[in-house]
Each structure stands twice: as C-alpha cells, then as structure tokens.
C-alpha cells in the first residue's frame, strides 16, 4: 500500500460514498420532501420546466415566494440561476430515463428522481474529495497518511457531509467539487499555456460563478500561483488565452442570460431584489464563526485545525499561506454583511463548504508537520483531540439534525445541550 499511494485514498473514497449511500436509503421514504423545498427546489425546477413540462415562466411551485412575477412582462421568475442545474442534468436523465409510468413520476417528482439527485451529490462530493487528495499529494507534497486523514477530515468532521447526504440539491457540494477541480487544474493551465486549457479554464470558473457569484473570490488564487511561481520559462499570460477563457465563462453563462432576458426582457437581472449585503458598517464576524446560529465553528470545530494551518504558512512564509487569508477573509467579511448573515435554516454554517478546497491546503500542510518523525507531541495531542471531536460533533449532528436549528426559538442553551448530547453519544 505504500508504494501505491493512492490505494488509502481509493479506500477511503468508496467507505465514505457507501456510507452516504446507507444513510440515503434510511431517509427513503418521504425524501422528496426534504430534497424539492426552497432553495433546492428552485435549482431543480430549470430541469423540470426545461424538460419536462416544456415552459420556464408558469410552473407548479410549493414556494411561490421564490417565484414572483415580473410586474412588466407578467410571466414567473425564478430567483435561483441555474448552475446546480447543468450540474444535475445527467443523473436527471438517468432518472427520467428509468421512471415508472405513474403519473407523478413521470412529471418529474417522487422519490425515485430525489434519490438520483442524492447520487448525483454524493458523486460531485466523492469527485471533489479525490480531487483535494491529488492537489494535496502532487502539487503540495502532502503524502499519506496525511493526505488521507485531510481528506476524512473534510468528509466526516465538517457539514459538507450533510449537503453530500441530506440535502443534495443545495449548491454547495457542487460547488465543492468546482473548486476542487479549479484549483488542481491551476498549474497545468498556467504552465503550458495551451488555448485550449484557458477555454477550459474559464469554462469551469463560469460555472463556478454561475452558481453563485460570490464563489468569483477563487479568481485570486491563480493569480497568487503565478506571481509566486513566475519565471521566463512559463509561456506567460498571452492575450488569446484571457480571450478563451473570457469565451468560456461568457459561453457558461449564456443560458442564465437568456433565461432572464425571456422572463424579464433584461440580459441581466437581480433576482433576490431587496435581499443583499446591508451589514457592510456592522458586519457579524464573530456571529459567522461562533454563533449558535450555524456558527461556522460552532458546527465543525475540526475547522479550527485549518486555521492553526494557515498560521503555519504564513510562519513558513509559503506563497499559498497569503492567498488563502486574502481569500477567507474577503468571504467571511462578505457573508457577514449579508441580510441573513446565518443563511436561513442549514447545518453550520453552508457558504464556507465550497471554500474547503482551498482551506484543505493549510489543512493538510499542518497534519503533515504533525506526522514528521520529532513532531511535538505537545501539538499533536491537542491536534488530535480537535480532529477526533470535530467527527464525533460532525458525524452527531448529521443523524440528529431536523431543520429547526436555525428558528426564532433555538437559543444558545439548546445548541450547547444539543453539543452535549452528541458527545455523550445519548
């Protein structure tokens, strides 16, 4: 197994993709009322209406709240873009393609089209997974176990494991495994300049925007990459390929455009109206990371290791230690001016997930210190204790959680007594 470095990983990557699949079959019944509601529903509805019923702007909905009509053309529209949608459409095929003859399945409900949209999340999650694992291995010599122990980090001691299982249609581990996949592809494309690989490039990084413009803060991470690593043997940012990957992201985002200009007669529109960012003086930064609603650490403290690992960059002085502060800092001041900085009904706090890409680097770099041979072992007890806790907390809040943590009545008592129960496993 040591010489075949990716045999652990491989293990590691099937266990965790059974695992989502049992807890999948559990929720069976009734599931298509926990996988088509809000948010969910909203990206799934584009699958719907665009092949199913055949219309986009008046649709059987069981939120219409998300759905106003446009007060100038009269027709509906939908406030959520419609990225997590491309991104389903294959498993959405598969399922329509094996639907029964019922006439509720057939219109694109039940829970067989719920369970392959289940699948569909925990493939990106397994995808984004092993993407992390390579860039970690190749590109930052972290080897295993190390590399492994990132990786069931990210799955078992984080909320990511809730949007790979529970809540498959939200956007977030789709946009994991974007992330993942935009940064392992970085060195390749800057290195080898091929127009090609920009068309790519800008492909995914459309998609990535597509699903939530906020995710545009990744942009920063190959422009870290190259003034870190620029000499006279790489080919340089010619021209053609901005153009390419200009072409890509305009390419990506030309349905969404369309769409709205269809339903709105606008090429581009602002579908959440008067939600927006309207805490810029008095942003929630501390609410973010510690609040009992959907704290970020509150819900997966094993995130805390990451943190300690961007210490150890910038300590080390490495170039990748400077952009992942630039970066966190950026989203975490942004998601604090939101409207809602808490992000409505969720298990931890939902907009970092996409991030973890990036934050799986100062991860990963801290455990591979840890494990080298004369490691402190005044570090790696504590370090040990937060890893192993933040699973059991992760893994506790998994099976328990009911969609309520986030109401008007959900106090800090309940939260800690809820983190009591999960650690004494009752």
């Excluded at 639907?99 to 990106?124: D, P």
């Excluded at 973010?288 to 094993?302: A, D, K, R, T």
Aim: charged share 10%; net charge positive; aromatic share 16%.
């Amino acid at each position: 197994m040591l010489r075949r470095p990716w045999v652990l990983p491989v293990v590691v990557l099937l266990g965790l993709l059974k695992l989502g699949a049992d807890f999948s079959m559990d929720r069976q019944r009734g599931y298509e009322n926990v996988v088509f509601v809000w948010d969910q529903e909203g990206y799934y509805k584009y699958l719907q209406g665009a092949f199913i019923w055949g219309r986009l702007d008046s649709m059987d909905v069981r939120f219409p709240q998300n759905y106003p009509v446009h007060p100038v053309s009269g027709r509906m529209v939908n406030k959520y873009t419609c990225g997590v949608a491309m991104l389903q459409l294959p498993f959405f095929g598969l399922a329509h393609l094996t639907a029964g003859t019922a006439e509720r399945e057939t219109q694109g409900y039940g829970n067989h089209y719920a369970i392959w949209i289940k699948y569909a999340a925990l493939c990106y999650g397994i995808m984004g997974l092993a993407l992390v694992w390579l860039m970690l291995y190749r590109q930052f010599g972290v080897r295993n176990p190390a590399a492994a122990l990132t990786v069931v980090g990210l799955a078992l001691g984080t909320n990511l494991n809730w949007y790979a299982t529970g809540e498959p249609a939200m956007s977030h581990v789709y946009s994991f495994a974007l992330f993942a996949l935009w940064l392992y592809l970085t060195p390749a494309v800057l290195t080898r300049g091929q127009w090609g690989r920009w068309l790519g490039y800008g492909l995914i990084l459309g998609l990535i925007t597509l699903v939530r413009p906020v995710n545009g803060l990744i942009i920063l991470y190959p422009l870290g990459w190259w003034l870190a690593h620029r000499n006279p043997q790489l080919p340089g940012v010619r021209p053609g390929y901005w153009l390419a990957a200009v072409s890509g992201m305009a390419l990506m985002w030309l349905p969404q455009l369309c769409y709205w200009h269809y339903v709105t007669g606008n090429w581009l529109y602002d579908s959440y109206g008067a939600e927006g960012f309207t805490h810029w003086l008095h942003p929630h930064l501390s609410n973010v990371l510690f609040s009992h609603l959907n704290g970020w650490l509150s819900y997966s403290p094993l995130m805390l290791l990451s943190l300690a690992g961007i210490v150890c960059l910038l300590v080390r002085r490495h170039w990748a230690g400077g952009i992942v502060v630039l970066v966190f800092l950026l989203l975490w001041y942004l998601c604090a001016s939101w409207w809602m900085w808490w992000f409505g009904g969720s298990l931890g706090y939902r907009p970092f997930i996409e991030f973890y890409p990036l934050l799986a680097i100062p991860l990963g770099i801290l455990v591979h210190t840890l494990l080298q041979p004369g490691g402190r072992w005044a570090f790696r007890i504590p370090a040990a204790a937060v890893y192993l806790v933040g699973i059991v907390i992760a893994l506790g809040l998994l099976v328990r959680y009911n969609g309520e943590w986030s109401e008007g009545n959900w106090t800090q008592e309940a939260w800690w007594h809820l983190i009591r129960r999960t650690l004494t496993f009752s």
